[in-house]
């Protein structure tokens, strides 16, 4: 019976035998890998509740409402996670405001609510695009490190045979072999961010779209009600 023989081709044997440079570049890129992932997680759900909100926002919006009761309504019991809501606060409450002072021109009405919403789009377009920028950065530099962390390895592995007599491909083998983990976990740590980024960026861009395009009728209805009361 033979006796047991530790496999030193094991994935774990081989993280472990690794150099401690690759062993960092390792664990700097399972840390990304990591973080990429709650990331994700946090985003997708962000995401898929102001879609939810914008959705039944503009369903209120658009059922007949009295907008000063939308406004008590929306103050009362304010939804964080609705963008659209809070673009309708910034320019009803900046509407409102500008209404109660005498003399002032409704075009000067309408300018002071376009750039109230403008400003309130922009502070959703930044909550939209949080966490992005890592995730590019991840997406497109963990290759490289992984890469790096390979180079590395196979250099040490191929200086190692200047102390052996003879080189075969069992003592080849393994050093190639725990250097290109390195890449797979790189990979392993690129492709998701990639398609979280590339997914994440167009979703925002559209929930922008429909801010942009709410503001636009919010803004054209207001309009012909400043211009209305002062026939």
């Known amino acids: 019976m033979e006796p047991n023989v530790v496999d030193h081709t094991s994935m774990w044997s081989l993280i472990s035998n690794a150099s401690l440079v690759v062993q960092l570049v390792m664990l700097t890129l399972v840390a990304a890998s990591v973080t990429s992932w709650i990331m994700i997680f946090q985003r997708s759900n962000m995401m898929r509740s102001a879609k939810k909100a914008l959705e039944n ?13 939308l406004y008590r309504q929306a103050g009362s019991n304010p939804d964080p996670d ?11 409450k900046e509407f409102s405001r500008l209404r109660q002072q005498s003399g002032v021109d ?11 919403m403008r400003v309130a789009i922009s502070r959703e377009e930044e909550k939209l695009e949080t ?20 180079v590395w390895g196979i250099m040490n592995s191929f200086r190692g045979l200047a102390t052996v007599q003879q080189a075969t491909l069992a003592t080849v083998a393994p050093g190639i072999a725990e250097a290109l983990i390195a890449t797979a ?18 979703r925002s861009e559209t929930l922008i779209g429909r801010y942009y395009t709410f503001a636009d009728e919010f803004q054209a209805i207001l309009h012909r009600k400043v211009h209305a009361s002062d026939d």
């Open 82 to 92: 609705s963008g659209v809501e809070q673009i309708f606060r910034a320019g009803f």
């Open 185 to 202: 976990i790189g990979l392993f740590a690129a492709i998701p961010a990639v398609i979280a980024y590339n997914r994440f960026a167009a």
């Open 57 to 69: 926002f503009e369903e209120r919006f658009w059922s007949g409402i009295d907008l000063s009761k």
């Open 131 to 150: 966490s992005l920028p890592f995730l590019a950065t991840v997406g497109s530099t963990s290759p490289y490190i992984g890469l790096f962390g390979t």
């Open 106 to 116: 409704p075009d000067a009405v309408m300018e002071g609510v376009s750039r109230a």
